[in-house]
Structure formats: C-alpha cells, structure tokens
C-alpha cells in the first residue's frame, strides 16, 4: 500500500462548474501524477509534480490546471469543467524516481461526470 | 496507429488454462515495459516490469522481443482471480505509453 487517496471518489457537475480534485500521499515521495482514463484510450498523463510548486504538462493538460505546495498534496483543477472532461481520474506516485518512471503506484480514482 | 497496441479480447479462457498476451510498440527507442493489472472499475497496479532476458513470477512470465517490437505475457494454470484488464506499458524514455489492455475472463 502505497498510502495514496483521492478525493472526492465520485462527484458529479454541470458544465461551466469549477472542480478540484485532491491527491494526497502520506510517504512524501518526490513524483506525483495525474492520469485521465477514457474507454478506447490509454491512460494519458494530465500533468505531473516533481517537487513543491514544480509541475509540468502531459499530453492532455489544456483545461487543466495543478498545485502542489505541499509534498503530500497534489491538486487537480478544472476551471470550467466540460462533458469532454467526464473522466475518470488517477492520481499515481513513483517510489523508484524519475519523471517517466513505469513503476507506478495508483490512487484508486475519482469518477467525474460533467452534465 | 497507436503507438502501443493490444487485443482488446476478450480472452475467456477455463480455469487451469494458459493464456497469452501480446503487445506490440511501434518507437524502436523504447526502454523499458511492464504489465500492469486492472480490476473493473478499480486502479491499476503494477504486475510486472519485463527485462530483455525475460522474467517469471510465479505462473505469469513476460518476454520482451526488441527485434519485432512487442513485449507478452503467458499466464499459466488461470484462476478466476485472473480475471481482469491487462495494460501493457511502455517507457518511451520522455513519456510513458499506456496501451487500452487486454480483457481475460477465466471461467469455472
């Protein structure tokens, strides 16, 4: 047990809404990620954190936003959710370092839908 | 074409059987692979990480052929508990590449 929780687990919205999706890690390891899982697609890195307050684009990050000021939490924000963002959500951490490390341990997700 | 490929399956296989998966990558460059398992509407969870000479933990084993770019999983003597989405995952060196896994439903 990697000690990683998300929250809220589900949560449904309108569009237009803002929405902010936590990920909290209790071991205090360096690299945090954010994942979006949608049939017919892989996994798809949103953003990631390699540190406090240092972030960085994956390859699905418009319409997103992060933080992480501190090293247990990292936050997902959707300023202005859309259907389009009715996903759901995996935080990940990597204990082994490296930003593309492919040992991953996973949150176990946050079901957002935006009607 | 996706850059990593899987049958989606799905396998449905006997208990006791032994099931194959394939993954196929197209980036030569790629350096490093793995298995990862998903149960339905859960997370997934690393299962393995597949080296060049090949590795086995318990009934699964993991082959990575460089040559005609895929990487397999054999699972040995299935149980129910085996029933799950198998993602394959493939370290680009600047990204990892998340295949859409392959659904194995074993049967009593």
């Known amino acids: 047990d990697a000690g990683i929780t998300q929250s809220p687990r589900h949560k449904v919205t309108e569009t237009g809404t803002p929405v902010t999706l936590r990920c909290h890690q209790t071991?205090?390891?360096?690299?945090m990620y954010w994942y979006r899982q949608d049939p017919g697609h892989g996994l798809r890195l949103i953003h990631y954190s390699y540190g406090v307050k240092d972030t960085d684009k994956g390859e699905v990050s418009d319409g997103y936003s992060v933080s992480r000021s501190k090293t247990e939490d990292f936050l997902l924000t959707l300023e202005s959710a859309t259907s389009s963002q009715t996903s759901v959500y995996f935080c990940?951490?990597?204990?082994?370092?490296?930003?593309?490390?492919?040992?991953?341990?996973f949150g176990e997700g946050s079901r957002l839908t935006v009607l | 074409r996706k850059e990593v490929e899987q049958d989606p399956g799905p396998f449905n296989v006997p208990e006791g059987a032994t099931v194959a998966f394939n993954c196929t990558y197209s980036?030569?460059?790629?350096?490093?692979f793995f298995w990862y398992r998903q149960d339905c509407r859960k997370e997934p969870k690393l299962l393995m990480s597949?080296?060049?000479s090949g590795n086995e933990d318990g009934r699964f084993t993991a082959q990575l052929n460089r040559a005609s770019q895929y990487i397999s999983l054999l699972i040995r003597d299935s149980k129910l508990s085996d029933s799950a989405t198998y993602l394959c995952v493939v370290n680009r060196g600047d990204k990892l590449i998340f295949g859409t896994g392959t659904r194995l439903q074993v049967f009593p």
């Open positions: 597949v080296y060049s």
């Open positions: 990940a951490i990597s204990t082994s370092g490296g930003a593309n490390t492919g040992e991953l341990f």
């Open positions: 071991e205090n390891h360096r690299y």
């Open positions: 980036n030569s460059a790629s350096q490093s």
